[in-house]
C-alpha cells in the first residue's frame, strides 16, 4: 500500500525556519491535491496548506505569509518551506491527499524553542 513519510522536523528558535519533505510511495501523486496539517498534543489534526494538481496553492490564515507549500510530482515529493516560526507552530506535521485520504504516515516533530 503507498505510503507516505514526513522528514525535516526539528527544533527551531523562534523566527528561524524549516522545510519539511514528504515522500509519497505510490504512482499516483500528481492525480490528487495535496496537503500538509498538524496536529498538537490533545487536538485533532487541522489542515495548513494544500496545492492542486496544477500547482494552485492555498494557505490557512494564521501561516499565510510565512509557510509555502510546494510539490516536484516527477520526484513524487512535497515540501512545506516554514518561516518566521512562532511558538504556535509547534507541532507534528503530516501529508496525505485530502480528497483521497491514505494511511497516515509517522509525521514529522517540529518543535519551537524558547
Known amino acids: 500500500q503507498a505510503q507516505f513519510v514526513e522528514s525535516g522536523g526539528g527544533l527551531v528558535q523562534p523566527g528561524g525556519s524549516l522545510e519539511l519533505s514528504c515522500a509519497y510511495s505510490?504512482?499516483?501523486?500528481?492525480?490528487?491535491?495535496m496537503a500538509w496539517y498538524r496536529q498538537t498534543p490533545g487536538n485533532q489534526r487541522e489542515w495548513v496548506a494544500s496545492?492542486?494538481?496544477?500547482?494552485?496553492?492555498n494557505h490557512k490564515d494564521f501561516v499565510r505569509g510565512r509557510f509555502t507549500i510546494s510539490k516536484d510530482n516527477a520526484k513524487k515529493m512535497g515540501y512545506l518551506q516554514m518561516n518566521s516560526l512562532k511558538a504556535e507552530g509547534s507541532a507534528v506535521y503530516y501529508c496525505?491527499?485530502?480528497?483521497?485520504?491514505?494511511?497516515w504516515g509517522r509525521g514529522t516533530q517540529v518543535t519551537g524553542s524558547s
Open positions: 496525505n491527499f485530502p480528497s483521497a485520504l491514505g494511511p
Open positions: 505510490g504512482s499516483s501523486f500528481n492525480m490528487f491535491t
Open positions: 496545492i492542486s494538481r496544477g500547482g494552485s496553492t
